[in-house]
C-alpha cells in the first residue's frame, strides 16, 4: 500500500482547504485511514481517523466541528476537508493505514498507524 496526499497549499485564517489521501497498490476498503498533522518544531499528532467502511469517525478537539473526514472507496481516495482554518493549523499534514480497518482513539493512533505518505503542507496565514 502507498499513500500520497495532496491538497495542501497558503490560506488565511478562516478559509477551506481540502486535502487527499490517494492508495495505490492495495485495496483501501480494507483498511482505516487516519490524518497526522506535524507543526514547525512539536512532534506528529493524530488529529483523524475514518474505518475502512466509512461509519465510523473520531476527531482531536483541536479540529472537532472544523475538520471532516471521508472516503471514497471506489476512488480509493480518503478526504480531510478543513474549514475555519486558524494559524495554529500551519504543518504538514500526513495520512497514514491501519490494516485492522477499525478506528482507534485518537491518542493510541500513532502506536497502529503505517504505510505513511510523504505529506503535504498547509500554511494559514495572511
Known amino acids: 500500500l502507498q499513500l500520497v496526499e495532496s491538497g495542501g497549499g497558503l490560506v488565511q485564517p478562516g478559509g477551506s482547504l481540502r486535502l487527499s489521501c490517494e492508495a495505490s497498490g492495495s485495496t483501501l476498503d480494507d483498511y482505516a485511514i487516519g490524518w497526522f498533522r506535524q507543526a514547525p518544531g512539536k512532534g506528529r499528532e493524530a488529529i483523524s481517523c475514518?474505518?475502512?467502511?466509512?461509519?465510523?469517525?473520531k476527531y482531536d478537539d483541536s479540529v472537532k466541528g472544523r475538520f471532516t473526514i471521508s472516503r471514497d472507496n471506489a476512488k480509493n481516495t480518503v478526504y480531510l476537508q478543513m474549514n475555519g482554518l486558524k494559524r495554529e493549523d500551519t504543518a504538514v499534514y500526513y495520512c497514514?493505514?491501519?490494516?485492522?480497518?477499525?478506528?482507534?482513539?485518537?491518542?493510541?493512533?500513532?502506536?497502529?498507524?503505517?504505510?505513511w505518505g510523504r505529506g503535504t503542507q498547509v500554511t494559514v496565514s495572511s
Open positions: 475514518i474505518s475502512g467502511s466509512g461509519d465510523d469517525t
Open positions: 497514514a493505514a491501519d490494516p485492522s480497518g477499525e478506528t482507534r482513539t485518537i491518542m493510541s493512533m500513532e502506536y497502529y498507524y503505517g504505510y
